[in-house]
């Protein structure tokens, strides 16, 4: 399984990014994705997931009303929309599967907002 975000930057705050993670190498139907963030010096926390095949989006309380979650699933990609940044959401985002026996990670991808 490969897992490749992209999308990330430098901007302002108040600004919007969005996030993609393409994923390839296996059957996604049943399968659960997320986004993590690393902050420096901090540990990798949970931002946001979906079930590839759709229903309830789950978020991180601090993002649930800027950051959306979305899955293209003819195109095998998840998005994070992520509006009206703050310099706390910089950290370097990781994209995840995860399901019944298999937990999978991408490489990150670096946001940085400055104030």
């Known amino acids: 399984v490969q897992l490749q975000a992209s999308g990330g930057g430098l901007v302002q705050a108040g600004d919007s990014l969005r996030l993609s993670c393409a994923a390839s190498?296996?059957?996604?139907?049943?399968?659960?994705m997320a986004w993590f963030r690393q902050a420096p010096g901090k540990e990798r926390e949970f931002v946001a997931a979906?079930?590839?095949?759709?229903?309830?989006?789950v978020y991180e309380g601090s993002t649930e009303d800027r950051f959306d979650i979305s899955i293209n699933n003819a195109k095998d990609t998840v998005y994070l929309q992520m509006n009206s940044l703050i310099p706390e959401d910089t950290a370097v985002y990781y994209c995840?599967?995860?399901?019944?026996?298999?937990?999978?990670w991408g490489k990150g991808t670096q946001v940085t907002v400055s104030s």
């Open positions: 190498g296996r059957t996604f139907s049943s399968s659960n």
């Open positions: 995840n599967v995860y399901g019944l026996g298999y937990d999978y």
């Open positions: 979906r079930r590839w095949s759709g229903g309830r989006k």
